[in-house]
């Protein structure tokens, strides 16, 4: 019924402006489950983390919003076009340094340093030299199924292709909805399993790099 009525309701889409910025964490800490790994305090260090690092790299950027709130969002980088994003690393470091200060935050950071060394070495096993990256996509639980995620998805893809590029890739795991990027046509170049500690308990995950021809 909650998505019945966001559905009559008009969809615009905007480049990124700083007061899109406290609900987008709220949709990181949703969409990677942030929680489970940390305490709120920390899981929302996480997110802020995570939003200006994407930033910091992004190349193109457009976030969805149903009555001026924002339910989905996504970034892509022309790797041909590297832009200096001074203000967005400086604001990422300062929220890594405000995470290390905290002894939960310096052991929860080993958790995302794995991941982010998995994702490497996918990268590197792939072996392609892709002109394009899907940095972050993510959108609103409670929107889903409306159409927004093909739509974003869609604007992505148009810009990618209109700046020249010719592929781009991306990094996913079993915590989210893989299929649909399969769904779309894109196709999985490897896959590497890993065993992560979430809350005490050992979680057995899958993580994957997808890329698409455009």
């Known amino acids: 019924m909650g998505n019945e009525k966001k559905l009559e309701k008009e969809i615009v889409f905007e480049d990124y402006n700083k007061s899109h910025s406290e609900k987008l964490f709220d949709i990181i800490r949703k969409t990677w489950n942030y ?13 802020v983390i995570f ?12 976030v969805a919003l149903i009555d001026n709130v924002p339910v989905g969002v996504i970034m892509a980088r022309n790797k041909s076009k590297e832009r200096s994003n001074i203000k967005y690393k400086l604001k990422q470091f300062m929220a890594i340094l405000s995470l290390l200060i905290h002894k939960e935050g310096r052991q929860t950071s080993k958790i995302f340093k794995g ?4 994702d490497a070495i996918l990268l590197n096993e792939a072996n392609r030299d892709y002109s394009g990256e899907l940095v972050f996509f993510a959108v609103d639980s409670d929107c889903r199924g409306m159409g927004l995620g093909q739509k974003l998805f869609s604007k992505a893809k148009e810009y990618m292709k209109s700046d020249g590029m010719n592929d781009f890739y991306l990094f996913t795991d079993t915590t989210c909805n893989f299929g649909f990027y399969e769904h779309n046509g894109m196709i999985r170049r490897g896959e590497k399993r890993e065993k992560v500690e979430v809350d005490g308990q050992i979680a057995d995950m899958k993580f994957f790099i997808y890329d698409f021809n455009l």
């Open 35 to 47: 929680d489970q790994f940390a305490s709120p305090k920390i899981a929302r260090k996480l997110s």
């Open 51 to 62: 939003l200006y690092s994407c930033l910091a790299q992004q190349t193109f950027t457009k």
């Open 115 to 118: 991941v982010s060394d998995t």
